[in-house]
């Protein structure tokens, strides 16, 4: 029998570029996204385990494909994502109030969702251009780069997107060295600026925000999302009422229940312990990350899994956050459980891109 079809050999070349910790942790949040996809809604379990499947293929791609090729790629899809976010812009198809969608003929895209990856492949790469002098000059530069599809997205209106693009960004300037002292005052003059750009926010966008003070002051209405929310976690209570036991989510209270808001429902089927287990699972993966961004072999891998790891992290964050009502709705999935294949491919490629940084940790790159 050909040496190149022994089962062994075949399950080593399958399994060479994937990291296992890493696989390991995305696989425990899987399983718990099967669960509560079906609890929540089990009707759409055959698309999502179809999500997870081309997730999971394209986690293996990218995961062999070098830094090195990956850094020469950054330029040509960080300006195809802009032009594709003005083609949006112009000729982009309007759905519930929102032009986001690139109609293509074969197919529809979103190229907001690509930005979330590309932003750090080039500030990432920017940075490794000019590793050897960074200068004031060039902070400003990347803060441009950053700001154009960011205010692009922020047009069409995506703001959970805009958020979590321009916090990937933030992170790869923040990781090259950005100064306290520009940090301490871009905050002060986001701080100044506040009333400027709470008159540049659309009117449901401004509405959120007063609801997040205030959801008792329309809960049937604007607050309904967030009352209902909070209900089914804090009736969890410590061991939680029971996988399909929930019954703001089975008597459907709970709005979106398999995508934003699926945190309630595992909240009020699993209780507090539910809600550790998780935390512990996006620790660990974060954790996973971090270690191979300190170990990279370039400047540009070492930013790049650094940015890639600190989006988990804030997906995280804004998604508790705003069901738990301490932060605006703002349209932002529980990382690899909620439904939906964009957002669960583009999680994996980080994946993939994080495995590939740390099976080349140690080849000298060029």
Do not use: C
């Amino acid at each position: 029998m050909n040496r190149n079809w022994h089962p062994r050999q075949i399950w080593f070349r399958l399994m060479a570029p994937i990291d296992g910790p890493l696989l390991v942790m995305a696989g425990l949040l899987l399983l718990l996204a099967l669960a509560m996809v079906t609890s929540a809604s089990p009707e759409r379990i055959g698309n999502q385990l179809l999500n997870m499947s081309v997730a999971l293929v394209v986690m293996r791609l990218v995961a062999q494909v070098p830094p090195q090729r990956l850094m020469h790629m950054a330029l040509p899809i960080y300006v195809g994502g802009v032009l594709l976010l003005i083609g949006v812009a112009l000729f982009g198809d309007i759905s519930k109030g929102a032009r986001r969608w690139l109609n293509l003929g074969v197919m529809r895209i979103q190229p907001s969702e690509m930005m979330k990856i590309a932003m750090p492949l080039m500030l990432a790469w920017y940075f490794q251009r000019h590793e050897a002098f960074l200068r004031l000059r060039d902070y400003a530069i990347a803060a441009l780069i950053l700001l154009v599809p960011t205010a692009l997205i922020a047009r069409q209106p995506d703001l959970g997107t805009g958020i979590l693009v321009f916090a990937a960004g933030f992170y790869v300037i923040f990781l090259a060295g950005l100064p306290w002292k520009i940090i301490a005052g871009m905050v002060m003059a986001a701080a100044a600026g506040a009333p400027l750009v709470w008159g540049l926010l659309h009117d449901y966008q401004r509405a959120r925000i007063m609801t997040l003070l205030d959801p008792e002051k329309d809960p049937l209405g604007k607050g309904f999302h967030i009352i209902q929310s909070t209900i089914a976690i804090g009736s969890g209570g410590i061991l939680g009422k029971g996988w399909g036991q929930g019954t703001q989510a089975q008597l459907e209270f709970i709005p979106e229940r398999h995508t934003d808001f699926i945190f309630s429902v595992l909240a009020e089927e699993f209780g507090l312990l539910g809600n550790i287990a998780l935390l512990i699972v996006y620790a660990l993966l974060i954790g996973r990350g971090l270690m191979i961004a300190a170990e990279a072999a370039t400047l540009f891998s070492r930013l790049l899994a650094g940015a890639i790891t600190l989006i988990f992290f804030t997906y995280a964050f804004v998604n508790m956050g705003m069901v738990s009502g301490i932060l605006p709705v703002v349209g932002v999935p529980l990382p690899f459980i909620s439904y939906g294949g964009t957002a669960l491919v583009t999680l994996f490629l980080g994946i993939g891109i994080l495995m590939s940084i740390h099976r080349h940790r140690m080849l000298v790159q060029k």
